[in-house]
């Protein structure tokens, strides 16, 4: 049985939330570069050194969800329906990410902001490296196989960068099918034994 959360808990919790919103709210209509981190401790109504508790960099403020897209991609793999494959269960999970990224204007601006600024474009790589490794040992332990092994790295890879082809493709659906049939016929082919 779980604790219920504390009423300090939920004012950080609650405190981290404006500060999140504040930010992107600030960056989409002001542009990233145009806005200080000052200007977004005000808009939430704290103080900056209450900012950085929450938030190591300015960039983390885009960054908000990047530990919970992390753990839904393991449980992703680690929770998926028994007798299906690592790359069905991955396909399932990227088509509904890209889906609910299509249609989401706001989730649509702020990738346009990544995109467009470069700060933001190589957090957003360094923050994709370390999802690819996560996932890819994920993979790994659920096919019994050393944490570096090559073919679980490739799935990782291949599954996050699909994401990208997937959301911006005129029939979603169709390209996870693509893309996910061709990598279910190569892990088919050369996956750990025991995957």
Known sequence: MSE???RRERKKAQTRQALADAA????????YDAVG???VANAADVAVTTLFKHFPSKEALVFDLEADIEAALVSAVRD???GQS????LRDHILEWAVRIAADEQAAGMRRMVEETPALSEYARRMWVRH???LAHAIAEECGAPADDLACAALARFALESGRLVE?????HEAAD??????EEGWTARRPAAG
């Open 132 to 134: 690819e490794t996560v």
């Open 178 to 183: 693509v893309i996910f049939g061709l990598l």
């Open 80 to 82: 998926r329906t028994p």
């Open 24 to 31: 992107l709210r600030l960056f989409l209509e002001r542009g």
């Open 4 to 6: 219920p959360i504390g």
């Open 86 to 89: 690592i790359p069905a269960a």
């Open 168 to 172: 911006r493709h005129a029939d979603p």
């Open 37 to 39: 981190v000052k200007d």
